[in-house]
Every structure is written in C-alpha cells, then in structure tokens.
C-alpha cells in the first residue's frame, strides 16, 4: 500500500512516497455519528447525524528506505500545520499526531479532516 504525503503550503522537503507494510498499516474504520438515549417510556431514541471522514485515523507503518527519507518525512511533521495524504481510498486534508522514526519499523499517526478527492 502506498501514500504520498506532502504539506500544504510550500515545503522544502516537497512530498514523499511512503511504501507501507499493508499487515501493520490502519487506514482507519467507516463509523457513523450516532448516540443512543433510553426514553422514560422503557424505549431509546436514537440521533443519527451521518458519517464524516473527519472520524478517520490513519496509522502508516512502514521502513523507512533510507535515513533522508525519514529527514524529509519529520521535516513535513515539523514546519507543516496541515499536509496532504494520498492513498487508494482518496486524497485527503489531515493533520499529522505523531511521527516516531525507527529503522526497524517506523510510525506516522494521521488525523484525517476532510476529503479532497
């Protein structure tokens, strides 16, 4: 599975093509904002307010190919309030939770905001 991210505004680490391990990699669960309210009457009420991509996570597991790659990804992290994340299900606007570098198996936590395409 493949990502490319890449910040928003203009970045001198311009954007990456991130080759993530697919048994370790979350794109996140199509979930529906509801809630349930029990009633005096012995029933429930229920409110239904659709879903919205904005309720997606995404956890990106990956190698990393070379160390500048992963320069280049933590550069994004740092100097970019919002980036871009492209991936099979679409391109996205997302802000990044956390990146925690190891070559053994790298992370990035991704909050989704809303879909581009």
């Known amino acids: 599975m493949n990502f490319i991210i890449s910040s928003i505004e203009f970045s001198a680490a311009g954007s990456v093509l991130i080759e993530a391990d697919p048994r370790r990699t979350r794109v996140g669960s199509v979930t529906r ?6 009633t005096l009457d012995g029933g429930v009420a229920v409110n239904d ?3 919205s991509e904005g309720d997606r996570s995404v956890k990106i597991s990956f190698n990393p190919e070379d160390y500048e790659t992963s320069i280049k990804i933590a550069g994004i992290v740092k ?3 919002k980036i871009n994340i ?3 299900d679409g391109m ?3 802000i990044v939770r956390s ?3 190891d070559p053994n198996g790298s992370t990035l936590l991704i909050d989704i905001l809303s879909k581009l395409a």
């Open 99 to 101: 990146y925690i570098y």
């Open 86 to 88: 492209s991936y099979e």
């Open 49 to 51: 307010f659709g879903f």
């Open 79 to 81: 100097n970019s309030t």
């Open 92 to 94: 996205f606007e997302a």
């Open 33 to 38: 904002r509801n809630n349930r309210v029990a």
